[in-house]
């Protein structure tokens, strides 16, 4: 399903700022089904106009269609044929005003972007090998590693007063195909990824040490994974189905999808948003425009957006003391 719309909320919706997940959702085309012949679209695309500004191409993908991997795929197949010369012209259909009256529905979550530069994520990686010398002990420092551990510490943080329970968890997406035998081509088109548990202690993730923690609990997950294989993943596949109620810390999209450098032909994307983590409460990741960075997005409450705000902006300050 194909949909053009038109809209002039450029302003509001457009950046980093805390913006109104309400409005971000009709940038993306819901599903159609039709319940009498039991049957449901898998894909649709909604493109919207934002008058002397640019567009947005919002997409939807069922998961029985694919996983992130082909969805991404897809949008860089997509761009590389617009830059192809060929002199048929398709007439676009005429645009659609969409209702974009944030009134109709009052939205209590807003959803809000943090970039973290290239300089950061290499002074977390040293916050994370010094405390490692100080202890002894061998970590795995990646960028994954210590961007995935810096936002579940302040994600935990921003939600400590909703934990029931002495455990929190954070799972993330693993790409099965290379951990089959022999691995399967990235090309594929079709879901092959599951999901990585990794548990920890509250009072460790919230004390004085919780990025030092969080980076250690994150890296042994990812050593097991690289060591068991897809046997992991399945193990994790029934834990996660366990422990969804406890509200774990989530993740959407990777670094590696480069989804920044789809061009289709006017240029790199200006702004990329997963608005599904509005459902899921996910952390969507990728990377920034900029070379050598990482952007996250989070749905949050105001008050849970000013906490982790708080944190992502003074954490450093604290762990550059950790280094005297």
């Known amino acids: 399903m194909f949909t053009v719309a038109e809209s002039d909320s450029y302003d509001e919706l457009f950046g980093d700022h805390p913006r109104q997940v309400s409005k971000l959702k009709a940038l993306v085309p819901r599903l159609s089904k039709n319940e009498s012949k039991g049957q449901q679209s898998v894909f649709a695309i909604q493109v919207t106009v934002f008058p002397s500004h640019g567009l947005v191409i919002g997409s939807t993908v069922h998961h029985s269609a694919c996983d992130g991997v082909g969805s991404v795929n897809f949008m860089c197949t997509w761009a590389a044929i617009c830059h192809v010369n060929n002199p048929t012209v398709i007439l676009a259909p005429t645009p659609v005003t969409v209702e974009l009256n944030r009134s109709i529905v009052p939205d209590p979550d807003v959803l809000t972007s943090f970039k973290l530069k290239a300089e950061k994520i290499h002074f977390l990686k040293e916050v994370l090998l010094h405390e490692a010398a100080k202890r002894n002990v061998t970590v795995r420092c990646s960028t994954t590693v210590v961007v995935y551990a810096y936002a579940w510490v302040g994600y935990v943080k921003a939600k400590s007063t909703m934990f029931e329970t002495d455990d929190v968890y954070c799972i993330f ?12 081509p990235m090309s594929y088109l079709g879901n092959c990824i599951g999901p990585s548990v990794v548990q920890a202690k509250l009072k460790y993730i919230v004390g004085p040490d919780g990025f030092f923690e969080a980076c250690q609990a994150i890296g042994k997950t990812f050593d097991e994974v690289k060591k068991v294989g897809i046997q992991n993943v399945k193990n994790c596949a029934k834990i996660s189905l366990e422990i969804g109620s406890k509200k774990p810390f989530g993740t959407s999209g990777s670094v590696r999808f480069k989804i920044y ?3 289709f032909g006017w240029g790199k994307p200006a702004k990329v948003d997963i608005v599904s983590i509005a459902y899921s409460g996910a952390m969507a990741i990728a990377e920034t425009r900029e070379q050598g960075g990482v952007e996250i997005g989070l749905c949050f409450t105001k008050r849970e957006t000013e906490v982790f705000t708080d944190y992502i902006e003074n954490g450093l300050k604290y762990m550059s003391t950790l280094r005297n």
């Open 173 to 184: 997406v693993t790409d099965c195909r290379q951990l089959f035998q022999p691995p399967i």
């Open 261 to 263: 450098d789809v061009d």
